[in-house]
């Protein structure tokens, strides 16, 4: 069985850019969560979505959104990016939460 | 507020020690409690969890953790630590719906 995929690993953004990650859930979840892990801020609840529908959402700024497709994959995007969203972005599968290897993103 | 607190934030010790990591929590009515391991490099994999039932639960590699309600405490345990346990140790609870609230991690060095 697949884990939970997340892409692109590793990316750099300047400053007022927008960045799209994706995460496909392990075959069969229909529940994806996204975190977000900085070394200040620890590991922080951003979203869950479950059958495409938004069902929890975290104390983010309304620049961090997402959404999830009919087969599952889910996608975040943040707009107008600062420096401070440099983070590693975590996707987890299901509500026993399998985590995927997440996407680092920093900001320059 | 929900919370989650991990009191020891930087924990070192020798192979073949025993291993007491806290975690408590703030009350907050049905909790479902985790405990994950973040190696050097790598993803978060799940150690173990308790929703329910033997509040003494085992998880993988050895490790244990015992859930005492009337102390909102999830403690995790391991009799005899290896140098390959060196990792970042996180407590997580679930208060009644699928979001999770992390403590912030506990890093434990291991020396052989």
């Known amino acids: 069985k697949a884990g939970v995929t997340q892409t692109p690993r590793y990316l750099i953004k300047t400053r007022g850019q927008q960045v799209t990650l994706s995460c496909s859930p392990i075959?069969?979840?229909?529940?994806v969560s996204w975190y977000q892990q900085t070394p200040g801020q620890g590991l922080q609840f951003l979203f869950e979505?479950?059958?495409?529908?938004?069902?929890n959402k975290g104390n983010f700024p309304g620049r961090f959104s997402g959404r999830q497709f009919s087969n599952s994959r889910s996608e975040m995007n943040v707009s107008t990016l600062e420096l401070g969203d440099s983070a590693l972005y975590l996707c987890?599968?299901?509500?026993?939460?399998?985590f995927g290897e997440g996407s680092r993103l920093t900001v320059l | 507020a929900q919370s989650v607190s991990q009191h020891n934030h930087h924990v070192i010790l020798s192979e073949a020690a025993s291993l007491e990591l806290g975690c408590n929590y703030s009350?907050?009515?049905?909790?479902?409690l985790f405990w994950y391991v973040q190696y050097p490099g790598q993803h978060l994999q799940l150690l173990l969890k308790?929703?329910?039932?033997?509040?003494l639960v085992k998880g993988i590699k050895g490790f244990e953790a015992e859930f005492i309600k009337s102390k909102f405490s999830f403690n995790l345990r391991k009799p005899s630590v290896q140098w390959s346990d060196t990792a970042e140790y996180f407590c997580?609870?679930?208060?009644?719906?699928?979001?999770?609230?992390f403590g912030t991690g506990t890093r434990l060095q291991v020396f052989p």
């Open positions: 987890a599968s299901s509500l026993e939460l399998f």
């Open positions: 075959s069969g979840h229909r529940s």
């Open positions: 979505y479950f059958s495409e529908t938004q069902r």
């Open positions: 009350y907050g009515g049905t909790v479902n």
């Open positions: 308790y929703f329910s039932g033997d509040p």
């Open positions: 997580a609870v679930a208060y009644n719906t699928d979001k999770l609230i």
